[in-house]
């Protein structure tokens, strides 16, 4: 017959009774909510177009759809 011992070693050692492994789960199932959460929001709220020069650090965010050939280059 086993020890009384050894038989709460092993109950005590058992997944569902270990706290990291629960805080883990729980950290992982509200990230995943997070992210369902932000994706809803933004299908429910469009983003607002801004006036702005199309430029970020002076590269053009889009390719010219233009027919008119490019402006001339800026004099050195």
């Known amino acids: 017959m086993p020890a009384a011992n050894d ?5 005590a050692s058992v997944w569902y009774r270990q706290p990291v492994l629960w805080l883990g789960i729980v950290i992982f199932v509200a990230s995943l909510a997070g992210c ?5 929001l933004g299908m429910h709220h469009a983003d607002t177009p801004l006036d702005t020069s199309h430029t970020v650090f002076g590269v053009p965010a889009s390719s010219h759809s233009s027919s008119h050939p490019p402006p001339p280059d800026p004099p050195r």
């Open 7 to 11: 038989i709460a070693a092993r109950t």
């Open 36 to 40: 369902v959460w932000m994706i809803v």
